[in-house]
């Protein structure tokens, strides 16, 4: 076909005349050259777009193909029947109206518009169909809404326009310079993506939550989804809530719902979609094969995360081991490298399979490695734990839930300038240091990794080694972040943690950090009905009575100077 034209009448034609004698619907790929890519053929009411690999992948939002379809009758187009423009990021959409004596009718012309600004948890709007309005000038993108008699077209909303239809034109009259078309169409995502992108952010993601409980228990878990993807440098474009009775075993949210998510990440030119469950290996193939966009659930997430902080070596391998036990059973939904769609020939056999079990392989393989190195590593800490042990020196655990503290407080009981950022898991690596008590009393105290809920049971158990160090402590101190809003799920998910770890039955001291965020009524909610203690790690506040109940739980009641001393910094232990 000529470059420039949209569909050219001689191929309308012919494709008709086929479709008509067939009595089903036929379908090309196109791209921009007029080359034909692939033909498909359907049936007499559908018809799927095959998916192409030459298609380019990763792309910010077309693939550089339009799909030419007919359709027998000339019934109006729903949204459902233009969901593959987003789907397999075409061009655009051409469909061909089939009369009975098969010749070509109206050929109805549709492409993506880019999603309008809202304001930030705006409510979104029902899928229909707007008011007909004008065509806009050739090249043009923004939708007009003043009607005329002349040409109309018509949009089809869901948070604004989501396509635009040319007004249908037999093939003859289609006069759109489809090259000058798309190139307006694309600078005009690129207006809207330099409009609304975020220095310093490396990619933009659409976060999802789908639940059988109450949608304030899954905004919560929201809120803290938004915490690990920003600690992770994504610019948050959207926030999805989808209420269901049960979760689908397949896409976990229903393929509508994922086909409707998909679409509106691709009008916000989204990279990622950040799913606040921990996704089988089943759902993670089917989201695979229905998106190129990249998929991360929350065990994905924390991973990506943890292998940007660890400092380490042994972090390091720790991190590196927990992505490869998640990686291996997850090997053929990976949609980046096409190992989905390499399976063999009868009964499983062929080049396909080969090439997956060789992956398999090498990645046991590795993780067989790094288990021993890992094993190497656990054996220094523990020389270095027993010569702890020898001076009798008492051992101090600070854990918590991330971002609760822990680092502040031990630069300033230590005097110490470990890393602290207002991130969750800033701390990864274990660090630890020597404390002098008020009498006089020596002890090592321990940052710890913090703990987060549904923590993966892979990533626990790489970092087994790290959290030996809290089963050779003589006391724990579970640091709580008192002003968070959610913080009694906060210690519950912890006390779980530390139970499956059997460190349960370690003594404990509860302390409530940030309490300078607080107001008096709300502090004294806070310590109702419970031993507790309430300080600030940042302003200094209640470490003084922090200090004394240490050394009470360690050494037992007694005298302490009128004054505490400031604590003293001692060469770090081991």
Known sequence: MPPRQIVSHELARELAAISRELNRRLGLLVDRSGRIEAIAVGEALRIEVPRQPSAPSGRMRFC?????????????LTAPDLAPLALHRLDCMGVIEVTEEGRPGDVRVAHLLPAPDRPSGAPRSAPQIAPESPTPPRGVVRPLRKPRRKRQAEDIFADG?????????????????????IRALEQEFDRYRARTKVAGKVGRAILVHVTTKSRAVAEASMDELAELAASSDLQIVERVVQRRSSFDPKTLMGSGKLQDLIIHALRLQAEFIVVDQNLTPAQARAIAH??????????????????????????????????????????????????????GGIGGRG??????????????????????QLKAERKRREQRRARRRERDVPVISLVGYTNAGKSTLLNLLTRSEVFVEHRMFAT?????????LPREREVVINDTVGFIRDLPRDLIAAFRATLEEIEDSDLIVHLVDGSHPDHEAQIGAVERILDDLEYGSIPSILAFNKIDRLRKAELR??????????????????????????????????EFPRAAPAPKRIDAAG
Do not use: C, W
């Open 161 to 181: 326009e989501r396509y635009r239809l040319l007004p249908p034109r037999p093939a003859a009259e289609l006069d759109d310079d489809f090259l000058e078309l």
């Open 290 to 343: 229905a998106t190129d966009i990249k998929v991360l659930d929350r065990s994905q997430l924390i991973l990506d995360i943890f292998a940007g902080r660890a400092r380490t070596r042994e972090g390091k391998i720790q991190v590196e081991l927990a992505q490869l036990k998640y990686l291996l059973p997850r090997l053929m939904t990976r949609g980046d490298n096409g190992l989905s769609r390499l399976e």
């Open 428 to 436: 990864l690596d274990p660090t630890s240091r020597r404390l002098r």
């Open 351 to 372: 080049p396909g399979e080969q090439k997956l079990e060789t992956d398999r392989r090498r990645v046991r393989d590795r993780i067989r490695r790094l288990e021993k």
């Open 64 to 76: 550089t193909l339009r799909f030419l379809t007919t359709r027998l009758g000339n019934e109006p």
């Open 525 to 558: 909610d806070l310590l109702t009905g419970r031993e507790a203690l309430a300080i600030s790690a940042l302003k200094g506040s209640g470490i003084d009575d922090l200090l004394r109940h240490i050394d009470e739980v360690l050494h037992g009641p007694g």
